[in-house]
């Protein structure tokens, strides 16, 4: 079965840090671009980072700039998102997506994997 399974969410007081992972089962990342994605309660999806096929080329949305680094391990089929000084903004629910192309950095909304997603509370 051909999946991405999330994990590392939990609760965590403001300012503090949590790293995701995103794994994929049933095939290899290293041909995909991959991104995170978040949904916050009542709000639209919303993409935060993204990192092209090799690691080489990486994306954030302004509200997490100089907070989370996004990386991936090809060999170990992983993708990470550290998330430092977190915010209570930023609490959702976090999504892995993927999309097979060495042309893009970012999948889109319309991505052809996503992952059950993990829940990340900011919260004292």
């Known amino acids: 079965q051909l999946r991405l399974v999330e994990s590392g969410g939990g609760l965590v007081q403001p300012g503090g840090s949590l790293r995701l992972s995103c794994a994929a089962s049933?095939?290899?990342?290293?041909?995909?671009?991959i991104g995170w994605f978040r949904q916050a309660p009542g709000k639209e999806r919303e993409a935060v980072s993204c990192?092209?096929?090799?690691?080489?080329?990486?994306n954030y949305a302004d509200s997490v700039k100089g907070r989370f680094t996004i990386s991936r391990n090809n060999a170990k089929n992983m993708v990470y998102l550290q998330m430092s000084t977190l915010k209570p903004e930023d609490t959702a629910v976090y999504y892995c997506?993927?999309?097979?192309?060495?042309?893009?950095?970012?999948?889109?909304?319309?991505?052809?994997?996503w992952g059950q997603g993990t829940r990340v509370t900011v919260s004292s």
């Open positions: 997506a993927a999309d097979r192309s060495e042309y893009i950095t970012c999948p889109s909304l319309f991505a052809r994997f």
């Open positions: 990192i092209n096929y090799s690691g080489g080329i990486t």
């Open positions: 049933g095939f290899t990342l290293d041909h995909y671009a």
